[in-house]
């Protein structure tokens, strides 16, 4: 089979709102190369409950259209593996707004300079949703493998546990403003 060669992610109920509204997720990584999936395999595996408020975006390595996923939305979460040298499975969860507020914005991820790069141009944009969050899960392996490794599978759990948690909190703020 071949590589798709143009890549469009399905538009949503809220990219066109005049007023920010929703959630969304956008997952970040290469699925094909073990570890680096994470972010879709975390996806795969939440309830339907958390998702069925929540506009999803795989994005695979297309990190060029983080912009078009995050507008219209008054919140997101990308999710992407990293590369800081803790345990495999260890999670970082960042505030990306203070980030893009500082003189260097530096994320660690096995995909940093693009996801870095595509979040300054969403800015100069004005797509950037009110409250942007980065939930980032060490990784291990990256290798030619469509499975996530044996030390990520068995905190896959946990890490699913933790990411329901926070949409959940971050739905009820939501709902809460509205």
């Known amino acids: 089979m071949y590589a ?3 890549f469009s992610p399905t538009r949503c109920q809220h990219s066109e709102q005049s007023n920010p509204a929703g959630l969304c997720i956008v997952t970040v990584g290469n699925s094909l190369r073990g570890d680096d999936g994470i972010a879709s395999a975390l996806c795969e595996n939440l309830p339907e409950t958390v998702l069925s408020d ?15 996923c995050l507008k219209g939305h008054k919140a997101a979460i990308i999710i992407d593996s990293t590369c800081d040298g803790m345990s495999p499975g260890s999670v970082s969860i960042i505030d990306l707004h203070a980030l893009l507020e500082g003189p260097n914005l530096n994320i660690n991820s096995s995909h940093g300079f693009s996801v870095a790069d595509e979040l300054k141009l969403a800015k100069q944009l004005g797509s950037l949703p009110n409250r942007l969050i980065f939930f980032g899960v060490e990784i291990g392996q990256v290798n030619w493998k469509e499975t996530i490794s044996p030390a ?4 896959l759990p946990l890490l699913v546990s933790n ?11 939501l709902r809460k403003d509205a």
């Open 163 to 173: 990411l329901a948690f926070l949409v959940q909190r971050i739905l009820e703020t």
């Open 4 to 6: 798709q060669r143009e």
């Open 152 to 155: 990520l599978q068995e905190k």
């Open 54 to 68: 929540v506009c999803l975006f795989n994005l695979g390595t297309y990190t060029s259209y983080l912009s078009e």
